[in-house]
């Protein structure tokens, strides 16, 4: 009898176990999906996710193109987001999977970051969604608006008390080399204005970085 009861309480702890664990390898409400493409990865020179990535990537590091915002629901996981396709808008988890599909049928590298401090995450996911309709910021200027993606993650993660979570720097989009790619030379020519090399601003990779995120370890092509 008492190895019976023994076996119970195991099992029970093993459960509750097994319970915690998978809360905390789902995504939450919230959290920022960076989407990476791989240093060896072939994508067009001429392509918007070509200059991003040869702006904002290193040598030894992942190129981050791109960040979104999750919320998460009772039966579906959305995703909030500012890109060229969309402008800002909220659509299912597979809708964002299937945008950033790879050129050969693969997925990019997600990482997932979540706040270390994540009792304002609802709210800031809110702040969000004033944003909702709002075109993509071609111009990638502040105060004009339009939202690039890591631009609406900022605007939208504000405190009660008035204070960004993230910090602007000053904008870069030139190459590892120094180089300005071409893309930005010619966008920003149709557009008629200069590269906004330097102007106060953010980026994915610069924002992954944050003191304030952690790096959760969560699958996003399984379904919750």
């Known amino acids: ?3 019976k009861s023994i076996f119970a ?3 029970v702890a093993a459960l509750l176990h097994s319970c915690v664990r998978s809360s905390e390898d789902r995504i939450r409400t919230g959290d920022l999906i960076f989407v990476g493409i791989p240093i060896d990865y072939s994508i ?3 392509s918007l996710e070509g200059a991003v990535a040869s702006s904002t990537g290193s040598p030894d590091s992942l190129n981050l193109i791109h960040v979104a915002i999750a919320e998460v629901s009772s039966d579906t996981t959305w995703i909030i987001d500012a890109t060229i396709a969309h402008g800002v808008d909220r659509h299912p988890l597979d809708t964002f999977l299937t945008d950033f599909t790879l050129k050969d049928g693969s997925l990019p590298v997600f990482i997932v970051k979540r706040l270390k401090d994540p009792s304002n995450a609802a709210e800031y996911v809110e702040n969000c969604k004033r944003f909702l309709g709002q075109p993509y910021d071609v111009h ?3 105060d004009n608006d339009s939202l690039y993606c890591s631009e609406l993650v900022r605007d939208s993660y504000v405190g009660p008390d008035g204070n960004y979570v993230f910090d602007i720097a000053p904008m870069n989009f030139k190459d590892p080399e120094g180089n300005m790619p071409l893309y930005w030379e010619q966008l920003f020519g149709l557009l008629g204005q200069s590269v906004p090399q330097d102007v106060p601003g953010t980026n994915p990779q610069e924002m992954s970085r944050s003191e304030a995120l952690k790096t959760v ?8």
């Open 44 to 46: 067009e020179d001429d």
């Open 217 to 224: 370890e969560v699958s996003l092509d399984k379904r919750y």
């Open 140 to 142: 990638f200027l502040p």
């Open 9 to 11: 309480v195991f099992t």
């Open 1 to 3: 009898m008492l190895k």
